[in-house]
């Protein structure tokens, strides 16, 4: 019976270690971000025309986003559905954009915009400093594992840009965002 009083403190601490370390960090995503995701696609929208629907956070600061579609809802808003490139940053969210005048033109843009394929750079992510063919270093992260391969790139990129890398034999393929000319970072699932 002593043994168990003495060992159940102790349980419950590294409990609360445990809970403690897995709580990640959130950031709420802005409506800056959000408005640049959709001016970089080719129509200008300022950060006073988006509200959002409910709260969106990611597990960094100003994740590179992607417009994924866009529909009409009247003639004043557009819903509009957003997502991280880097699917493990954030979950899909959706916003309205408001329009005002000439609303058709804005919609055709952007719904041309989401059916072209749109560069993953971020704003200011800086020149290319890998090439497709660009032999770097994989860090793979895990929740509790740290792993570093070497890879071959796939696609050229920028710093902060997620590009698709393979393993040195080729057998399996990453998404992972460049670090720099030799360094690429990615999640383990």
């Known amino acids: 019976m002593k043994r168990y009083k003495l060992i159940l403190p102790f349980i419950a601490v590294a409990g609360a270690l445990v809970a403690a370390a897995s709580a990640a960090e959130r950031y709420v995503i802005s409506a800056d971000c959000v408005a640049a995701t959709i001016s970089r696609a080719g129509v200008e929208v300022s950060p006073g025309q988006i509200a959002f629907l409910a ?5 960094r600061p100003a994740p590179v986003l ?3 579609s866009v529909q ?3 003639n004043d808003r557009l819903l509009a559905r957003m997502e991280c490139v880097n699917d493990q940053e ?7 954009i408001q329009i005002g005048q000439g609303g ?15 560069p993953a750079a ?3 992510a800086g020149p290319v400093v890998v090439h497709s063919g660009t032999r770097v270093t994989l860090m793979l992260d895990g929740d509790h594992v740290h792993i570093r391969i ?3 790139c796939l696609q050229s990129g920028a710093p902060g840009q997620v590009i698709r890398v393979s393993d040195a034999n080729h057998r399996l393929i990453y998404s992972a965002q ?3 000319a030799a360094a690429v970072k990615g999640r383990l699932q």
């Not at 709260?55 to 597990?59: F, I």
């Not at 058709?104 to 749109?118: C, E, L, T, Y």
């Open 178 to 180: 460049v670090v720099d």
């Open 90 to 96: 954030c979950l899909p969210f959706f916003v309205h």
């Open 122 to 124: 971020a704003p200011g």
């Open 72 to 74: 009409k809802l009247d």
């Open 104 to 118: 058709d033109a804005q919609i055709s843009a952007i719904s041309k915009a989401v059916s072209s394929p749109q």
């Open 66 to 68: 992607k417009l994924r």
């Open 55 to 59: 709260g969106a956070v990611a597990t």
């Open 150 to 152: 070497p890879a071959v």
